[in-house]
C-alpha cells in the first residue's frame, strides 16, 4: 500500500474490555514497530519486530498488552482487560531496514477506555 | 533518568522568518538523532537525522545541528511557512534498533501568514 494503515481509528472500550488494534505496514518492510502516544506527550516505545520475530517488548507496560505478526506482515496489538490509563493513541511504525530512524508512522488508533 | 528533552513548549513565527526548535539530551552515549514532525490527528512524520560524527547536516529547507559538548540538538526550518505549523519532536536512538526511540515533550510550532 501507499502508506501505513491502521484500523479501527478509534476505538472506545469499556474498563475490562479487551481490544484488538491491527497494522498494515508498508509492504517488503521488514522492520516494524509500535508505539503508544498519551494526549500531549511525545510517542512511546512498545515493541519492535523483525519479520515474524519479536526482538524487543521491553516497553511493554503489563502483561495485558501482547503483540504479534505471525507471517511477517500484518500486526496486531491485542490488550486485554483494559483500564483506564490504557487510553491513548496507539501507532504502528514500519521501516525498509534496520539501521535507520527513519520511520514511517500510521495514523494511529486512537483507544478511549470508560 | 535519561531522556531526551525540549527547552520550548511552543514557537509562534510569522510566514517566511527562519524557525529554530531546540533539544537538550542528557545521555552522553546517544550517538544518533531524529527530528519528526507530527501534523494534528496524524502519526509523526521524519525530517531529518544526523549521527554523532557530525556537527550539521542540512535537508531541504531544513537543518540540524548537533552540539555533543552541552548535548544539544536544533533544527532550523528555512523560509518557515504556514504548512510547517506541526508539534516537532527530537528523539534519541537506544538499543540495538534504530527504530527504538525516545522521544523528547515536544514544541508545537505555528506559523502565522
Known amino acids: 500500500g501507499a502508506g501505513v494503515s491502521q484500523s479501527p481509528r478509534y476505538k472506545v472500550a469499556k474498563r475490562g474490555q479487551d481490544v484488538a488494534l491491527r497494522c498494515d505496514p508498508i509492504s517488503g518492510h521488514v522492520s516494524l514497530f509500535w508505539y503508544q502516544q498519551a494526549l500531549g506527550q511525545g510517542p512511546e516505545f512498545l515493541t519492535y519486530?523483525?519479520?515474524?520475530?519479536?526482538?524487543?517488548k521491553s516497553g511493554l507496560p503489563s502483561d495485558r498488552f501482547f503483540a504479534e505478526r505471525p507471517e511477517g506482515s500484518v500486526s496486531t496489538l491485542k490488550i486485554q482487560r483494559t483500564q483506564q490509563e490504557d487510553s491513548a493513541v496507539y501507532l504502528c511504525?514500519?521501516?525498509?531496514?534496520?539501521?535507520?530512524?527513519?520511520?514511517?508512522f500510521g495514523e494511529g488508533s486512537r483507544l478511549t477506555v470508560l | 533518568g535519561e531522556s531526551v528533552g525540549l527547552h520550548l513548549p511552543t514557537l509562534s513565527v510569522q510566514e517566511g522568518d527562519n524557525s529554530i526548535i531546540n533539544c537538550a539530551y542528557s545521555n552522553s552515549a546517544s550517538d544518533y538523532f531524529i527530528w519528526y514532525k507530527q501534523e494534528s490527528g496524524k502519526g509523526p512524520q521524519f525530517i531529518i537525522d544526523i549521527r554523532s560524527n557530525m556537527d550539521k547536516r542540512q535537508g531541504q529547507r531544513v537543518t540540524v545541528l548537533l552540539n555533543k559538548t552541552v548535548k544539544h540538538l536544533s533544527l532550523q526550518i528555512a523560509a518557515t511557512q504556514p504548512g510547517d505549523s506541526a508539534v516537532y519532536f527530537c528523539a534519541e536512538n537506544r538499543g540495538t534498533s534504530y527504530g527504538k526511540l525516545t522521544f523528547g515533550q515536544g514544541t508545537i510550532l505555528t506559523v502565522h501568514p
Open positions: 519486530f523483525q519479520n515474524e520475530a519479536q526482538l524487543d
Open positions: 511504525a514500519s521501516s525498509r531496514q534496520t539501521n535507520t530512524g527513519e520511520l514511517f
